[in-house]
């Protein structure tokens, strides 16, 4: 078992920046893929990046490439979204997940081995 906690999420104004953390414990952090998540309301859970075990690739949805950077510290069993110039369309819950992979293509289709429990980003224009 792998128990998310997520943090760092608040009420910002457009163009603003948060970073959300997600501190991993139950299973060797290293050896999982991880990926956040978000979903706005009214509409369904997307993926917004991910970054395999080792930090050696990532993936960025369109709609926040250049924007956001994924990264994780294996030392911590920490993974971060450092969110950048946000935009009311970036507000919703988001979500932290973790795939028993090593690189993170499951994470593309949406589904995880383990989810965080979402926290609200709130972007005001």
């Known amino acids: 078992q792998v128990q998310l906690v997520e943090s760092g999420g608040g009420l910002v104004q457009a163009g603003d920046s948060l970073r959300l953390s997600c501190a991993a414990s139950g299973r060797t952090f290293s050896s999982l893929a991880m990926g956040w998540f978000r979903q706005a309301p009214g509409k369904e859970r997307e993926v917004v990046a991910a970054i395999t075990w080792s930090s050696g690739s990532t993936w960025y949805a369109d709609s926040v490439k250049g924007r956001f950077t994924i990264s994780r510290d294996n030392a911590k069993n920490t993974a971060y979204l450092r969110m950048n110039s946000l935009k009311p369309e970036d507000t919703g819950v988001y979500y932290c997940?973790?795939?028993?992979?090593?690189?993170?293509?499951?994470?593309?289709?949406?589904?995880?081995?383990?989810w965080g429990q979402g926290s609200q980003v709130t972007v005001s224009s």
């Open positions: 997940a973790a795939a028993m992979s090593r690189h993170f293509g499951i994470l593309m289709t949406g589904t995880a081995d383990y």
